[in-house]
């Protein structure tokens, strides 16, 4: 499996981005997908996942409300719309398929393939 993640960049706060990440190489329907995102200095932690039918979603509680995972099967690309964006929002921001598990997972470890991740930086 690859995955190209994209759409980062500079926002200021309360603004919005979408980030994509399109899949190959495998059939994309048939794995959950989360996204991951690692500030400078500190451990990579979830932000959201989204199970292979798109049926469910899961979310950390820093971005519950505020950040939607959504994908399209056609198309073999998942999305994080982030709306609202602080920066303690700043990271670099990683895709990430989860062969094995029926749902979106929440831990690095449960991952086994990632994209090479986009920044994305919301001023003050």
């Known amino acids: 499996v690859q995955l190209q993640a994209s759409g980062g960049g500079l926002v200021q706060a309360g603004g919005s981005l979408r980030l994509s990440c399109a899949a190959s190489?495998?059939?994309?329907?048939?794995?959950?997908m989360g996204w991951f995102r690692q500030a400078p200095g500190k451990e990579r932690e979830f932000v959201a996942a989204?199970?292979?039918?798109?049926?469910?979603?899961y979310y950390a509680d820093s971005v519950k409300g505020r950040f939607t995972i959504s994908r399209d099967n056609a198309k073999n690309t998942v999305y994080l719309q982030m709306n609202s964006l602080k920066p303690e929002d700043t990271a670099v921001y990683y895709c990430?398929?989860?062969?094995?598990?029926?749902?979106?997972?929440?831990?690095?470890?449960?991952?086994?393939?990632w994209g090479q991740g986009t920044q994305v930086t919301v001023s003050s």
């Open positions: 990430a398929a989860d062969l094995y598990g029926s749902r979106g997972r929440t831990k690095t470890y449960e991952y086994d393939y």
């Open positions: 190489g495998r059939t994309f329907s048939s794995y959950a």
């Open positions: 989204i199970s292979w039918s798109g049926g469910s979603t």
